[in-house]
């Protein structure tokens, strides 16, 4: 066995964290779903899991009823455990013995239709991390007061002669 492979997580784990978010558990988008459009959602949970999901246009089959648009959530890209563990989509079979003819295993998957609709609505309305930045520019908040400076006093120059002229 190889020294350098990453330890991985297995599907039912990452399918585990989603239905945590299912039941309530805050999470925090990268970006907004319409910001995304079409590619990758990041989110993190309160769990410490970073889960990456992919978006894809032309799924409305698995897209919830409700749905507006058609891009819709395609699978479980990559997960990210607390203590280092990783998964990948492709890295998990259901049979490696069957060679090419083995199927991944997705976590999303294992979430019934019903709960992965529900997690589309979840992430469509998901807040982001860090908030955007509004258009019109603050003004800068001023967090030290003023110093107030003594007036310097006025020292009285001695007076010059004017040298006789003899």
Do not use: H
Not at 43 to 57: H, N, Q, T, Y
Not at 131 to 140: H, L, R
């Amino acid at each position: 066995m190889e020294q350098d492979l990453p330890i991985r997580c297995r599907a039912e784990e990452v399918t585990a964290q989603l239905r945590l978010v299912l039941a309530g558990m805050p999470f925090l988008a990268e970006r907004s779903w319409q910001e995304v459009g079409w590619g990758r959602l990041r989110i993190e949970l309160l769990s410490l899991w970073r889960i990456e999901l992919l978006l894809e246009p032309g799924l409305m089959v698995m897209a919830a009823p409700n749905s507006t648009g058609d891009v819709a959530l395609s699978r479980v890209e990559r997960a990210a455990a607390p203590d280092g563990r990783c998964w990948v989509y492709g890295c998990q079979r259901d049979d490696w013995t069957l060679g090419p003819a083995s199927q991944v295993v997705e976590p999303l998957q294992f979430l019934s239709a019903e709960g992965r609709s529900a997690l589309e609505v979840l992430l469509r309305g998901a807040s982001c991390w860090p908030e955007p930045i509004s258009a019109e520019p603050q003004a800068p908040v001023v967090l030290l007061e003023e110093r107030i400076r003594p007036k310097p006093r006025r020292q009285r120059r001695a007076r010059r002669r004017l040298a006789e002229i003899p």
